[in-house]
């Protein structure tokens, strides 16, 4: 088995890290946060004190942190991954950050010689803990074969979507459909409200009719017609409406750089800007529907 560094060990990070663990790789952990590195060592790894610690030695490097700053800093400070890993190395960046920082830091990579992998996730903490993320790769085709075996011990869908950076550009494009499709089907409910049909009735219908989307039939924005929905859970998490933000804020920046038209991203941005400036940020995106309703 590998040596495997896992650097940010988060409500992601740290599971991750446990799973890599468990699978009987040695796994030699760093993260700002004591706590974390005392739970890498409950599951079974060893904390470090620094990146450099963590990374001297290891064949493979995985990262799950909060932006890109926080990667290009890792990645490429003085006492980074790339100043100190062994040539040959394979390098996955799990964190969800812009793409224009992953693609940069994989170019750092390569020139230092390395197999790099851009590789966000869905699924959240449950998934992560139960090793049955969704990762989306970019990089090479040899970074991409190399990491798979890492990828398969943490997740279950594995799909490569091209060289680097297209990971994080699949994984912004996908969740700006989702923060578009969740205000949609938010609209129709509290509108059908107002017109006195039945939110049961609408599901039905809707379900089946050309409105379906996830949003409505995998997380329903009202409680009732699905019984995991957040909706029947007070909008407790689930996926946070910052999260959902930060990632319309991703694609929006993402759009700026291309020239691309995605207005009604913008207005989910500016939408989901306005519910978590109004201390909403740790409520599930779903309850974004109170707004529209005008609560
Ligand atoms: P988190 O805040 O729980 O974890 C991030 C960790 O990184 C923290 O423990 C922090 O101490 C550590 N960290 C920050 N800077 C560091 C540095 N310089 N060196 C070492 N450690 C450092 O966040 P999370 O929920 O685990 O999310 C991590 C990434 O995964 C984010 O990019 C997020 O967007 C993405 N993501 C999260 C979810 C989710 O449901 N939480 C789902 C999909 C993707």
């Given at each position: 088995m590998a040596v495997v560094a896992f650097v940010g060990l988060g409500n992601m990070g740290?599971?991750?890290?446990?799973?890599?663990?468990?699978?009987?790789?040695?796994?030699?952990?760093?993260?700002?946060?004591?706590d974390a590195l005392a739970k890498l060592e409950e599951a079974g790894g060893?904390?470090?004190?620094?990146?450099?610690?963590?990374?001297?030695?290891?064949?493979?490097?995985?990262t799950m942190l909060p932006a890109g700053k926080h990667v290009r800093a890792v990645y490429t400070g003085d006492d980074g991954i790339l100043a100190n890993i062994n040539k040959g190395a394979t390098l996955i960046d799990s964190s969800t950050i812009d793409v224009q920082s992953a693609r940069d830091?994989?170019?750092?990579?390569?020139?230092?010689?390395?197999?790099?992998?851009?590789?966000?996730?869905?699924?959240?903490?449950?998934?992560?803990?139960?090793?049955?993320?969704?990762?989306?790769?970019?990089g090479p085709d040899a970074a991409f074969e190399a990491a798979k075996p890492y990828l398969d011990i943490?997740?279950?869908?594995?799909?490569?979507?091209?060289?680097?950076?297209?990971?994080?550009a699949a994984k912004i494009c996908n969740n700006m459909m989702l923060g578009i499709q969740m205000i949609s089907?938010?609209?129709?409910?509290?509108?059908?409200?107002?017109?006195?049909?039945?939110?049961?009735?609408l599901y039905d219908i809707s379900s089946t009719a050309s409105g379906q989307?996830?949003?409505?039939?995998?997380?329903?924005?009202?409680?009732?017609?699905?019984?995991t929905s957040p909706a029947n859970n007070d909008y407790k998490p689930g996926f946070a409406a910052a999260m959902m933000l930060k990632d319309l804020k991703l694609a929006q920046e993402a759009s700026g750089a291309v020239s691309a038209n995605t207005p009604l991203g913008a207005a989910a941005d500016e939408l989901y800007s306005a519910f978590c400036d109004a201390g909403n940020g740790d409520v599930d995106f779903s309850g974004i529907i109170n707004k529209l309703r005008g609560a």
């Open positions: 740290g599971p991750m890290a446990a799973n890599l663990a468990k699978a009987g790789n040695d796994v030699k952990g760093f993260d700002l946060s004591s060893k904390g470090c004190a620094s990146v450099a610690e963590a990374v001297t030695g290891a064949d493979v490097v995985v830091v994989a170019a750092a990579a390569v020139d230092a010689g390395m197999n790099m992998v851009d590789a966000p996730v869905s699924g959240g903490v449950g998934g992560a803990a139960a090793g049955t993320l969704t990762f989306m790769v970019g943490m997740g279950k869908t594995i799909v490569h979507a091209g060289g680097a950076g297209n990971g994080q089907v938010c609209e129709a409910f509290a509108l059908a409200e107002k017109l006195g049909l039945d939110h049961q009735k989307c996830w949003s409505l039939t995998s997380y329903c924005p009202v409680p009732g017609p699905v019984e």
